[in-house]
């Protein structure tokens, strides 16, 4: 009988000690499609020149403002003023193709936890996102993603490197 119930306590505290353990990460989505690969960007145009860019696609959007990236400072996600000339410069241009959605994906540098630059770059993103929609741009035409310290635009360990990966960046879907 003792036998047993030795059995059923040890049974019992390797449960518990099992459902305290942490749980995996979620796995972060994949990297965007260019929806546009393999397609002519020409298709159904009367008259189309070489190497047109349409209206309203990724590349006019890149062409036309200012930048599609802001970049923010170490563990900061306000918006400042140079921050704000390019996302008034987007703002213009999402006014003026109404139908065109985008997702703001929100990155950090190196440095910080996982969990931490995930928080991080959705607040940066967020940011951002509140501010197209209040210089109107609506709200459903936006998503938002985090991709914290997984997705680096400059691969140093140096200031220069983290700065340029403490960014938000406006991808126009279509």
Known sequence: MTKIKTTLVVAAMAL???????????????????QNAGVD?????????????????????????????VHFGLDQYDIDPEARAILDSQAAWLQRYPNVRITIEGHCDERGTREYNLALGD???NAAKNYLAARGVTADRMTV????KERPIALGSDEASYAQNRRAVTIVLG
Not at 16 to 34: E, M
Not at 145 to 148: D, T
């Open 123 to 125: 607040r940066r993103a």
């Open 16 to 34: 518990a000690i099992a459902g305290c353990a942490k749980k995996r990460p979620a796995v972060l989505p994949p990297a965007p499609v260019d």
């Open 41 to 69: 960007p020409n298709a159904g145009q009367t008259n189309p020149g070489d190497g047109a860019i349409v209206p309203g696609s990724d590349a006019d959007f890149k062409r036309s403002v200012t930048s599609n990236t």
């Open 145 to 148: 993603i985090s991709y914290g």
